[in-house]
Structures are given as C-alpha cells and as structure tokens.
C-alpha cells in the first residue's frame, strides 16, 4: 500500500490542539516537537523512525497537543481510511491484535484521564 | 476512586443491533456511524476466529503486579478488579489485559482479578510478536507507537525494532 510523503519546513504548524485528528505521521528525516495544553508545555521531541499523531487511528479523536517542525521535516501521512484499509487488508492473527492494540490505547488514554495519578503523564498526541 | 469503572457499553450494543442476544456480532453493522471506533473495534473482535476463548470463575487471579504476560486477554462478558498498590477499580467489556505489556516485554503494573464470571479471547503473545515482526512497516510503526503510547515509554522495546 502506498503512502504519500509530505515536507513541512522550520516553524511549520502541522497540528493543533482541537484539529480533528484525521492523519498519522512517520518522520522519513528532521524533527518534529509536540507541545501540550494548557501552557504549551514542550512535551517531546520525535525524529527519524518515530510516529506521532495516534489519535487518527482512533477515529474521531481530535488533537490534545500541538505539532511544529524544528528543522525541515518529512513525514509518511496516513489517513484514517487507509488505515482502515490497511488494517482490513490483514487476514492473519495481526489484525485482531493490533484492533486490540489500539483498544488497550483507547481505554488506558480513558483511564489516564479519569485517574491521572496512575499514569502521571496523560498528554496523547 | 473505587466507583471507577472502563469498558464498552455492551447494552448499546445490543440495543441498536450490533450484537444479537448471545454477544454474536451482526455483520451489517461494520459500517453503522452510530457506533465509535471502539466499539467498531469491540465489534470486529468478538467475530475474530483468531481468538480463543477463555473462562474465569469469580475471584480468580488473571495476573499479579510484577508477573510477566505470556498471554493477552480482551474482556468480552464479566468484571475484573484492578489493584494498583492502595487503590483500585474495574474494567469490564473491550478492556485489553496485557497486550502492550506483554510485546513490550514489561511486566504487569496491576493486579487483577475476576470479580464476576469473566469470558474473555486471549492473544498469543508469541505469535503476536512474530507477526509484528513480518508485517508491512507501516503497521508495525503504528503498533510500535500504539505499545509506547500505551504504555508511555520513550525507548522502542527490543520487539519492536
């Protein structure tokens, strides 16, 4: 399955808290730092290799945190649909594990927010 | 905190036809806007012929803080009671015991225990790790980043990589 690539470049807003979370990042190479409400806090900063923006895989979601490129930043997009497509596309023990997966992601963001003192660090991109 | 309770409102599933009578998802409603994607989710697992079912009896330990998963469970009918040091609460349908941990190599952070008759479908996994593994690199990133989210780390378990 083909995913497009997009470059962002220094300063380049990719989301913000509030946007409807309908895309997943992969850095193919630069940075990306991801800050969190209410302050903006910085929460981390990704680079080559790491994926951000998760909650385009729970469907529906909208972005808890904002993303902004530090260097020039080039990133596979996904789309919700094709991840739909994707995972639909999976006929083996793979499928239900990572459906799975991203419900034991669900109700632990759940749990996180409803106890935050069991799981210090609650901000999800 | 010991009123807190996580799972799928099973009911609605049932009252909008998602499920019949004996927890049998309807095929029809993959695509029905009315449900969130976690119960989209819940839905296409129950129908999995991956997954094996298991029964707990009332009380049973499903695993102990500290102990590793050999196996992963997903909650489908029944309670369990989370113990988290002093504290605790309950998770029932569509909660996910171990999966994340289990891949990661982590050990579990709870306690918990069966609190009702409990049916749940286990998750090998082994044969979950081995299918990450081959899989196309766009899912494996997304389950490597599902895992580390999950479980809030920042360094990629050896699994993972």
């Known amino acids: 399955m083909y995913f497009p690539s997009k470059t962002y470049q220094v300063g380049d ?74 995972i639909q596309s999976q006929k083996t023990l793979i499928r239900p594990a990572f459906e799975a997966l991203l419900l034991q992601l669900y109700l632990q963001n759940s749990i996180r927010s409803a106890l935050p003192e069991l799981n210090p660090s609650s901000a999800q991109a | ?31 029905d806007t009315k449900l969130s994607s976690e119960e989209h989710l819940f839905s296409r ?23 590793m998963f050999e196996d992963a469970h997903v909650i489908f009918q029944g309670k369990v009671r989370v113990t988290v040091g002093d504290s605790f609460f309950y998770m029932g349908p569509g909660a996910v015991i171990g999966l994340s941990e289990g891949i990661a190599g982590v050990p579990s952070r709870w306690t918990i225990q069966a609190e009702t008759l409990l049916n749940t479908r286990t998750i090998s996994i082994k044969k979950t790790i081995d299918e990450i593994r081959v899989t196309d690199s766009g899912l494996r990133s997304i389950c490597r980043v599902t895992v580390m989210r999950t479980l809030d780390i920042h360094d990629v378990p050896e699994s993972l990589k």
Do not use: W
């Not at chain 1, 923006?53 to 930043?73: K, N």
């Not at chain 2, 697992?45 to 803080?65: A, C, E, M």
């Open chain 1, 13 to 86: 807003v990719l989301f913000t808290r509030g946007d409807a979370a309908n895309t997943f990042y992969m850095i193919e190479s630069g940075e990306v730092d991801l800050f969190v409400p209410p302050a903006n806090t910085f929460l981390v900063r990704l680079g080559p290799g790491e994926a951000f923006g998760e909650q385009a895989i729970l469907t529906g979601g909208i972005r808890s945190a904002t993303a902004i490129a530090v260097t020039e930043l080039t990133c596979v997009e996904m789309t919700a649909e094709s991840l739909q497509d994707m």
């Open chain 2, 1 to 31: 905190m010991d009123s807190f309770f996580f799972g799928i409102n099973t009911q609605k599933l049932s009252k909008i036809g998602a499920i019949d009578n004996n927890g049998v998802p309807l095929s029809h409603v993959d695509h």
């Open chain 2, 45 to 67: 697992l129950r129908s999995s012929s991956f997954l094996r079912s298991v029964i707990f009896n009332k009380g049973q330990t499903l695993i102990r803080q500290g102990e």
